[in-house]
């Protein structure tokens, strides 16, 4: 029975990452911060404590059932070497992260909204791209220690190969119209999201993060910005602007 119970759980550590990728752009989630450390060789699968620290980011359940019984954990650290060995090739560097931006009152000369100074990009090299609280992640994570939550950390930012400047919104008029209605300004500014579309090129380091206590440690990536999307809302279901999107395809 201990065996049948143990091939079952094997399996189902071993097959759980390829099914979750199911987009090409993923959020940068503790989870897929930390498969993107494994598919750039950024941490040493025969270490006890880079396993242990991955299973305890993404299989709390397993932890909390088996972490006492030292022959199951054994196998079960043995199943997690093998999803990381097979899958790490497979885990997507490509990720999309939000940031929220304040715009002003539509430019109908330019037709944009302008980006307050406060929340616009200029020229800028070096972008953060995940703030994960490991108090929020699960029962588990507080549970890591400070010297493994080096191993793979909650936070992480992306060096990029250009500058990126971002200081106005394109909005057709018509899609500007309905928005402005729909939200109308607060303290003299309306809230919009740009959603980021990134692809990492490779691991530069693993640091320090100042003195944050849920947020220790931040990754760093190089990487390129392969496009943008904004929208009126953090769902992402009322776009404002999308490259080449035709003017039906608007949320509005």
């Avoid at 006890?48 to 397993?62: F, H, N």
């Avoid at 070096?126 to 507080?142: G, V």
């Avoid at 910005?225 to 999107?245: C, G, N, S, T, Y």
Wanted: glycine fraction near 4%; include cysteine.
């Amino acid at each position: 029975m201990r065996i049948f119970i143990l091939t079952l759980l094997s399996l189902f550590v071993f097959n759980l990452p390829a099914m979750a990728q199911t987009e090409t752009y993923v959020p940068t989630t503790w989870t897929n911060l930390a498969r993107a450390i494994w598919h750039f060789d950024g941490a040493d699968a025969a270490a006890v404590p880079a396993i242990d620290t991955m299973l305890r980011i993404t299989e709390c359940g397993i932890v909390k059932k088996y972490a006492t019984d030292d022959f199951a954990w054994n196998d079960i650290r043995s199943s997690m070497r093998k999803v990381i060995a097979t899958g790490k090739s497979r885990w997507p560097a490509t990720v999309r992260f939000t940031q929220a931006v304040n715009l002003e009152a539509y430019d109908f000369a330019s037709f944009s909204f302008p980006i307050t100074a406060d929340t616009d990009w200029d020229k800028v090299t070096r972008m953060q791209i995940a703030a994960n609280d490991i108090r929020q992640e699960n029962a588990c994570s507080l549970d890591i220690k400070d010297s493994d939550l080096k191993l793979l950390p909650s936070a992480a930012s992306v060096r990029l190969d250009q500058a990126f400047t971002l200081k106005t919104v394109g909005v057709l008029k018509e899609v500007a119209e309905k928005f402005v209605a729909q939200y109308p300004q607060m303290n003299g500014v309306r809230r919009a999201y740009v959603t980021f579309y990134v692809t990492l090129d490779d691991l530069l380091e693993i640091r320090d993060n100042g003195n944050d206590p849920y947020q220790p440690y931040m990754a760093e990536f190089r990487g390129r910005i392969d496009k943008i999307e904004v929208h009126a809302d953090l769902q992402r279901q009322k776009p404002l602007f999308i490259p080449a999107m035709p003017p039906r395809h608007s949320g509005y």
